[in-house]
């Protein structure tokens, strides 16, 4: 047998996953500013896992105002939140320009916020509501004007999701919807816990505020990562034989299910007040 003959022989390679195809897709297809993004969410979602690898070398505590909980739960929630928001924005009918500039705005407030907590972790100082000293209460500041930004920014990209796009599948345009409300919640729960301290804070109760600073925490981290989950299923189930109307039940009680978590949170975090 010749080598051509062999050569010819050879048993083709075997075809990707469908899935793989569609993900590689997403960052081929995607634009510019979509995949810078992604780059730097993947950037945020590094620096969250190191600072876990720092909080299990060195020890220390993981609850309270100075710990190594928040650079690596901001790091890593602010990542996904980025990456997250430039994919499901690639969906939303906006002007590029629109477009462009919301998610140009989110990504650099995402490292001021995530970069901000990391300082103060390192400095062993708190990162919100510290009104101790001009630097610390600065840091404090910015990282409040940063969440306000961050509604104003993503309450745009809200609003073009509710407004929705006729020629989009009814299921993912349902989960556009569905995760950009729950974004919403959790961006307001934030902003609650947020003005709560600061008001104790203002009134001198500087460790009370520390103590009542995360009285929605739970709600807030459940909420925030709709806008992930469920446009990703409704991206999963294209995947699938299933028709369109099956795919939007699904996705319709998979929100209705995503809604009661919120609601069951909001309870617990009331009632453990």
Not at 66 to 81: A, C, D, E
Not at 112 to 131: F, K, N, Y
Not at 237 to 255: N, Q
Not at 256 to 265: F, K, L, N, Q, V
Request: hydrophobic letters at 50%.
């Amino acid at each position: 047998m010749t080598a051509a003959t062999s050569a010819s022989a050879a048993p083709p390679h075997p075809a990707p996953p469908a899935w793989w195809v569609a993900v590689r897709e997403i960052w081929t297809h995607g634009r510019r500013i979509e995949r810078v993004c992604y780059v730097l969410g993947l950037v945020l979602i590094t620096s969250g896992a190191f600072h876990f690898t720092v909080f299990f070398i060195r020890g220390g505590p993981w609850e309270g105002p100075v710990s190594w909980r928040k650079p690596t739960t901001f790091g890593l929630s602010f990542g996904l939140t980025l990456i997250a928001v430039a994919w499901v924005a690639s969906s939303l009918k906006l002007s590029e320009r629109t477009r462009a500039l919301a998610l140009g705005i989110f990504a650099a407030d995402c490292f001021v916020e995530v970069g901000g907590i990391t300082l103060q972790a390192w400095r062993h100082v708190p990162s919100h509501i510290d009104m101790q000293g001009s630097f610390n209460t600065g840091v404090s500041m910015t990282l409040a004007v940063g969440g306000g930004i961050l509604v104003l920014v993503l309450g745009r990209l809200a609003f073009a999701a509710f407004r929705g796009d006729p020629d989009q599948a009814p299921s993912m345009r349902l989960a556009l919807r569905a995760g950009f409300l729950t974004l919403m919640i959790g961006l307001l729960s934030g902003a609650a816990m947020i003005a709560r301290g600061t008001s104790e804070a203002n009134t001198g109760h500087q460790q009370q505020a520390y103590q009542d600073l995360g009285f929605l925490k739970l709600v807030h981290g459940i909420s925030l990562h709709g806008v992930l989950v469920l446009p990703t299923l409704a991206w999963a189930l294209t995947l699938t034989s299933w028709p369109e109307p099956k795919r939007t039940r699904t996705v319709a009680l998979a929100a209705s299910a995503y809604g009661i978590a919120i609601a069951a949170a909001l309870v617990f975090d009331l009632a453990t007040m």
